[in-house]
């Protein structure tokens, strides 16, 4: 689990900060259909819940960060 999780960090990181944003966005309709199979009762997995709120943080993590690194 943990090699997952580093290869898609890595991958993440390879990505400019446009491509941050369009996963972000994707991300966020992700974790909007997510939440409402959960409060319909069809959510199956119900782990991709906490994996898409983290992937969500890394991303917000990385644009601030390339941010900061522009303004620098």
Do not use: H
Request: proline share 0%; no cysteine; aromatic share 2%.
């Amino acid at each position: 689990m943990a090699r997952k999780t580093k290869a898609r960090l890595e991958d993440m990181k390879a990505r400019t900060a446009d491509q941050l944003k369009d996963d972000l966005v994707k991300l966020k309709k992700e974790q909007f259909n997510l939440r409402f199979q959960a409060a319909t009762g069809q959510l199956e997995k119900t782990a991709r819940v906490s994996e898409v709120r983290r992937d969500i943080a890394r991303v917000k993590t990385l644009m601030r960060e390339k941010a900061q690194a522009g303004k620098a």
